[in-house]
C-alpha cells in the first residue's frame, strides 16, 4: 500500500493478506460496526493508510479496486495520478453502511487540514454527538412531514433497489453531498455515483477508516 507520485508513479507497496479472517457485520445495511478474527493486520494497516489519504487496493465482488479518502482532493487525485486516469472521468464512492452514505449529507465540505470525521457507526465516540443528532433530525423531520423516517437524506425512489440489491454490486447515482469533492465527479456534474460492497475485506475496511471511499479498478487506465 502507497501513494503514488503524480511524475513518476512510483510505489511503495505492503502487500498484506485478508486471507485468514473472519468478519461478522452488526447490520446488514444500516451500522457498519464489526468484529474481526483471525489474522487481522491488514484492519490496522489499511486504516493508517486512508486515514493518512494514501491509496489502498481493496477486494470488491467485482474487481479489485484502488481506493483513498472520498471526502479529500488530494486523496482523489492520487488515484487518477496512480492509474494515469483522465481527470474528468469521474469516480465511484464506495460506503460501508447506509448510516456512513447518509452521514455525507450532513457534513460540510472538507477543508485540507481539518480533522477527518468518523462515519457509519452508532458509537457516539467515535461517530460524534453532532452527527448522531443531525441523523435524528432528519429522521423526526421525515416523520413530521408524514414519512416513515427511514433513509430521510436518500430519495424514496431507491429504497427498495437498495433493500434487495445492497450490498452488492449495484451502483446508484444519487445528488452530490456537498463534503464529496468535485474531483471525484470528474469536475463537473451535480450526482454522484454511490456503491456499498457485498465484499466483507472492502466493505471491513470502510467501515475500519471511518470513511467513503472513491475507489475505480485497480488497473492502469486503458490496460486489463
Request: net charge positive; charged share 15%.
Amino acid at each position: 500500500m502507497g501513494l503514488p507520485t503524480a511524475a513518476a508513479r512510483a510505489f511503495d507497496t505492503k502487500v498484506v493478506s485478508a486471507a485468514h479472517t473472519q468478519l461478522a457485520f452488526s447490520s446488514a445495511l444500516d451500522d457498519g460496526a464489526f468484529t474481526a478474527a483471525g489474522a487481522a493486520e491488514w484492519v490496522a494497516a489499511s486504516r493508517h493508510e486512508l486515514r493518512a489519504n494514501r491509496c489502498v487496493a481493496l477486494p470488491t465482488e467485482t474487481v479489485y479496486g484502488l481506493a483513498a479518502n472520498a471526502l479529500d482532493a488530494r486523496a482523489v487525485q492520487a488515484i487518477y495520478a496512480a492509474k494515469g486516469r483522465p481527470s474528468d472521468n469521474p469516480l465511484i464512492v464506495y460506503v460501508s453502511s447506509m448510516r456512513m452514505l447518509r452521514a455525507l449529507y450532513h457534513l460540510p465540505a472538507c477543508d485540507a487540514g481539518s480533522p477527518l470525521p468518523f462515519l457509519g457507526t452508532a458509537n457516539a465516540a467515535l461517530e460524534g454527538a453532532r452527527l448522531q443528532a443531525r441523523l435524528r433530525q432528519a429522521e423526526a423531520d421525515d416523520r413530521a412531514r408524514g414519512g416513515d423516517g427511514v433513509w430521510p437524506e436518500i430519495p424514496r425512489v431507491y429504497h427498495a433497489a437498495i433493500r434487495r440489491f445492497w450490498p452488492g454490486a449495484l451502483t446508484l447515482v444519487l445528488p452530490r453531498p456537498p463534503c464529496i469533492p468535485m474531483q471525484v465527479l470528474g469536475g463537473h456534474g451535480v450526482t454522484v455515483a454511490v456503491r456499498f460492497p457485498s465484499h466483507p475485506v472492502a466493505r471491513a475496511a470502510i467501515s475500519a477508516c471511518g470513511l467513503p471511499l472513491a475507489a475505480p479498478s485497480a488497473n492502469t487506465s486503458g490496460r486489463p
